[in-house]
């Protein structure tokens, strides 16, 4: 009798299977990936170095499905440009919240994904912003983000007062719902955000007008 033939393992399958065993919310590992391919662990380890580099692949593959590096994001104005991306970001985490944990713990080193954070950078720069801030301006971006992401999947009740409260409790009886809530707050954190950048680019950019003047 032939013996059953076993998938062509490729990165981009490796990644596929990946990204739908995290989505499915069982237990995440080589292991566990190979039992879902039907093939030996030690046909991964072929192509991969291991669960690391899998969760790279998976963040590749994300970061292509999601267009982060589309030319109409970068082509807009850049307080638009960040809205975009922040809503993009969020738009990945809610479709895809097991991975959030996964990405959020490891050094960025997927090509794609270091490709969107360059044209974000590149974005910055252009506006004005000074290269000390630029990082900075990256980083908490990303934070908000992945904050988004989270309050996203979190449960609807996340507040449950057990004893008397000054006002939550109150306020909690006519609320609306967790995630009517969560949209409100994303949508106020990017005007908050995207209105102190302006006011820090503008500071910024006085100032150093200033210091050219004297």
Do not use: C
Request: glycine fraction near 8%; charge should be negative.
């Amino acid at each position: 009798m032939a013996r059953p033939k076993s998938p062509l393992l490729t990165t981009g399958l490796i990644a596929h299977a990946a990204l739908e065993l995290i989505d499915s919310g069982e237990p995440f590992g080589v292991n566990a990936l190979a039992r879902r391919l039907g093939v030996r662990p030690s046909s991964l380890y072929n192509h991969v170095s291991g669960r690391e580099e899998i969760i790279e692949l998976v963040r590749g593959l994300i970061s292509r499905s999601y267009d982060f590096t589309s030319a109409d994001v970068h082509a807009l104005p850049w307080p638009e440009a960040i809205e975009e991306y922040l809503r993009l970001e969020r738009r990945m985490y809610t479709e895809h919240p097991n991975l959030l944990p996964l990405i959020a713990t490891l050094t960025v080193t997927d090509d794609t994904a270091i490709a969107a954070y360059d044209g974000l950078a590149t974005m910055l720069v252009r506006a004005g912003f000074p290269d000390d801030d630029v990082l900075v301006v990256m980083q908490l971006l990303d934070a908000f983000a992945l904050g988004a992401g989270l309050d996203y999947a979190a449960p609807g009740d996340i507040w449950r007062p057990l004893g008397e409260t000054a006002h939550l409790g109150r306020l909690l009886e006519t609320a609306a719902p967790g995630r009517e809530r969560s949209d409100r707050a994303f949508e106020l954190g990017i005007r908050v955000l995207v209105s102190a950048l302006q006011d820090m680019l503008t500071e910024r950019t006085q100032g150093a007008a200033a210091r050219t003047a004297d």
